[in-house]
């Protein structure tokens, strides 16, 4: 039975020029590049300049990845714009940069499921792509976080960073079989009893401010491993193959504890991990799409290899998706 999969074309991503390193950060709030280290794994991360948004991180991610696939941009019918962090509360991020790369047909719109974001709009993508209502899409994860963290508080402004991660799908008929490249599965998840585990205690409708991230870190944790393990779990199943048939495992760069952990779980080595966590911090909904582009460029993911993606962020959110490369 043909089916139309969505396939990935390229990938690209951008960090801003300025790097934060521990030591710096030790200056800054009471902390040491040991117990950050320790905690996260986390050694630095990249700080967007003043005057530099997230559609501008998010444009040049878009770029590269476009050359990247050998697409031009006018050949993008939709762009999907993973974002906590949008340049205005409205119009979404994604016109602005659909604007910028001089896309004048099409659709363009943002989604916002925090660090989970990524994985929700490569969901949302291939399901539109599938159904027929564009035929090549971006995909993009970015985030200036660095604007919305209290920097005088070390439990939280030491773990995240700024940067963007894009990748070009491409709706092409296949077999239907597990073999097809492309998007074969998606588990997407959400529990909003856990909002106060990882919020922004800011936004238009209630305090007028952007506000400021704030994170119960203990409970984050003891959640993160059971409920990424149940979409992996999902995804795997749904597509009908084996957590031993995975070539590679490119988590959320948040916690290198978690992503062990998970890794564990599922009996992958330290080998079929890709982590940037130690030089990226945690970018939020571009974590995925940096490691994806940093992995692809490297050499490392090849095309036929399985690559499970997967990601919690703030609501809580999470899910899972699975790509043969």
């Not at 200056?27 to 986390?42: A, F, H, K, L």
Request: proline share 2%.
């Amino acid at each position: 039975m043909k089916v139309v999969r969505s396939v990935v074309r390229g990938t690209g991503s951008y960090l801003p020029a300025r790097v934060l390193t521990n030591d710096e950060l030790s200056e800054m709030v009471d902390t040491s590049d040991e117990w950050i280290v320790q905690r996260s794994g986390i050694r630095e991360r990249h700080i967007a300049a003043d005057g530099e948004y997230t559609s501008d991180l998010a444009t040049s991610a878009a770029r590269a990845a476009l050359e990247n696939a050998g697409v031009e941009a006018g050949e993008i019918d939709l762009i999907v714009l993973a974002t906590a962090t949008p340049d205005h509360t409205f119009p979404a991020t994604a016109v602005t940069v659909q604007e910028q790369l001089g896309i004048e047909g099409g659709a363009a719109f943002d989604v916002q499921a925090v660090c989970s974001g990524f994985v929700y709009g490569l969901s949302t993508a291939d399901a539109m792509l599938r159904a027929g209502h564009a035929r090549k899409a971006l995909v993009i994860g970015a985030e200036t976080f660095s604007r919305i963290l209290d920097w005088t508080d070390r439990a939280t402004c030491v773990l995240f960073g700024d940067g963007a991660g894009a990748v070009v799908l491409e709706a092409v008929g296949q077999s239907g079989d597990k073999a097809d490249r492309g998007i074969l599965s998606a588990r997407l998840r959400s529990d909003g009893r856990h909002l106060d585990k990882l919020y922004v205690d800011g936004g238009p409708s209630t305090t007028g401010t952007a506000g400021h991230l704030r994170m119960q870190g203990r409970e984050v944790f003891r959640h993160a491993v059971g409920l990424v393990s149940d979409v992996i779990d999902g995804a795997l199943e749904d597509a009908g193959v084996e957590a031993a048939d995975i070539d590679w495992f490119v988590p959320h760069q948040a916690n290198k504890r978690i992503i062990d952990a998970t890794a564990r779980k599922f009996g992958w080595p330290e080998e079929k991990v890709v982590v940037t966590v130690d030089k990226h911090g945690n970018t939020s909904a571009a974590s995925i799409p940096l490691a994806l582009d940093v992995a692809w460029r490297d050499g490392r993911i090849r095309p036929g290899q399985l690559v499970m993606l997967e990601a919690m962020g703030g609501g809580l959110t999470w899910g899972a998706a699975l790509v043969r490369w």
